[in-house]
């Protein structure tokens, strides 16, 4: 009888080691994904150190290596600025490309580069022709030919082939001086005439200026971006 008890006991020995062992792996991974979850991520289970000193500290998780840093390179994000050009006469469809299109507003603003002159018109039609140009003064008032001061040490005259207020009344209704508050080198803009389905107005600056001319739609606009 001794006997078989003494092999019934050996025979259990087995069994409680590995049970020791299991315990043992479970309280050295307790602060880590389940093997469920990191399998479901799409992911191996992370691999357990089996040295039981190892196996008292969460720090034996083997862990990936950093990945590489990326060889991207970064794009600032600041933008050269154009070079402006025109200094001379610069014109589209001038003349002969009258338009049914009226002013609606005049305006200044400053860019990152220049400073916007902008001419919107309103109605119906297609966009009227365009002449800019540099002009020394003294300037002239159109048809009466008579002297307008402008302040500024430069001028940009802008004709445009449509009314600017027609004479039944459409149109702008604005000031035909105005003097500029968000804008550095732009000085004064002047409407030097009304007449004859021609609009004219003179953007007086501090110094000539490279300029561009572009012109844009819904609504239409003329705009000219005088350099900083």
């Known amino acids: 009888m001794v006997t078989r008890s003494r092999s019934r006991q050996a025979r259990r020995r087995p069994g409680i080691c590995a049970a020791g062992v299991l315990v043992v792996i479970v309280s050295g991974c307790g602060g880590s994904t389940s093997s469920s979850e990191t399998t479901a991520a799409g992911s191996a289970p992370e691999t ?9 500290s969460p720090t ?8 590489p840093a990326s060889s991207t390179t970064v794009v600032p994000t600041t933008t050269a600025c154009p070079e402006f050009t025109q200094t001379d006469v610069t014109s589209d469809g001038f003349p002969g490309r009258l338009s049914g299109l009226v002013g609606a507003d005049v305006r ?8 916007r002159f902008v001419l919107e018109l309103q ?33 940009i005259v802008v004709t445009v082939e449509s009314w600017m207020t027609n004479m039944e009344g459409d149109g702008y209704h604005g000031p035909t001086r105005i003097t500029p508050t968000d804008v ?9 005439g009304n007449f004859e389905s021609v609009t004219i107005w003179a953007i007086g600056v501090d ?7 572009t012109t844009l739609d819904d609504p239409p606009r003329l705009v000219i971006d005088i350099a900083r």
């Open 123 to 155: 109605g119906t039609g297609t966009f009227p022709g365009w002449h800019v140009r540099y002009e020394p003064a003294p300037l002239t008032d159109d048809p009466r030919g008579e002297p307008v001061d402008v302040a500024g040490a430069a001028f």
């Open 184 to 192: 550095d080198h732009i000085k004064e803009l002047v409407m030097l």
């Open 108 to 115: 200044t603003g400053p860019r990152v580069c220049s400073e």
């Open 60 to 67: 034996s998780l083997t862990t990936a290596p950093p990945p």
């Open 207 to 213: 110094q000539q200026r490279p300029f561009e001319v």
């Open 48 to 56: 357990v150190s089996t040295d039981p000193v190892a196996t008292s």
